[in-house]
């Protein structure tokens, strides 16, 4: 199975910084449809996870713009521009290249 | 406006079948896929199977043996069975359409 493994576990914020989560893959989720079917997803205290970017890159509907994804092959990143206190929750890297769909373990995000 | 509902018991008896139901509405379950996640208390996400827009599934290989997904288009359900559950089978079931709509949810707990 595919591991994600995610960068930092913990990650501590102050409302307007900026921060980046990592997401490395133990192998290339380039699929040969030429396709990286790599995902980010925020789940907030108590609540179901929600999309946040698809293929990378892709910002989900109704995501702020402060939200972005970047990487290729096996290394993905995650920014969020200017932190705000919604943005609190775990962060979750998923793909879906490889069956069986695997997760990355989170980030959690605390404003300071 | 897409929803999808998760329903079952709350309360699942060591070693017997777990049987959940997701009703979706607002969605085609021929034009997409819906899958199951189940996050046990305080921890990260797991993906458990999907059942695709032609009816094929695909299953965790971790829980194949124990695990049966199947849907009723006419009803717009998917179902969930899983046999020979275990206490650290006790978890938040949720299903969602491609990871991009997500249930609330169902917290199973697996107890005498």
């Known amino acids: 199975d595919v591991v994600l493994t995610q960068t930092p576990s913990i990650l501590s914020a102050t409302i307007g910084q900026s921060v980046s989560i990592s997401c490395r893959s133990s192998?290339?989720?380039?699929?040969?449809?030429?396709?990286?079917?790599l995902y980010w997803f925020l789940q907030r205290p108590g609540q179901s996870p929600q999309r946040l970017i698809y293929?990378?890159?892709n910002l989900g509907s109704g995501v702020p713009n402060r939200f972005s994804g970047s990487g290729s092959g096996t290394d993905f990143t995650l920014k969020i521009s200017g932190v705000e206190a919604e943005d609190l929750g775990v962060y979750y890297c998923m793909q879906a290249t490889h069956a069986p769909l695997t997760f990355g373990s989170g980030t959690k995000l605390e404003i300071k | 406006q897409v929803q999808l509902k998760e329903s079952g018991p709350g309360l699942v008896q060591p070693s017997q079948t777990l049987s959940l139901t997701c009703t979706v509405s607002g969605f085609s379950l021929t034009s997409n896929s819906v899958h199951w996640v189940r996050q046990p208390p305080g921890k990260g996400l797991e993906w458990m199977g999907g059942?695709?827009?032609?009816?094929?599934?695909d299953y965790n290989s971790a829980l194949k043996s124990r695990l049966s997904i199947s849907r009723d288009t006419s009803k717009s359900q998917v179902f969930l069975k899983m046999n020979s559950l275990q206490t650290d089978d006790t978890a938040i079931y949720f299903c969602?359409?491609?990871?991009?709509?997500w249930g609330q949810g169902v917290m199973v707990t697996v107890s005498s």
């Open positions: 192998q290339s989720l380039l699929d040969s449809d030429g396709n990286t079917y």
């Open positions: 293929l990378v890159s």
């Open positions: 969602t359409i491609a990871a991009i709509f």
């Open positions: 059942i695709w827009g032609d009816g094929s599934t």
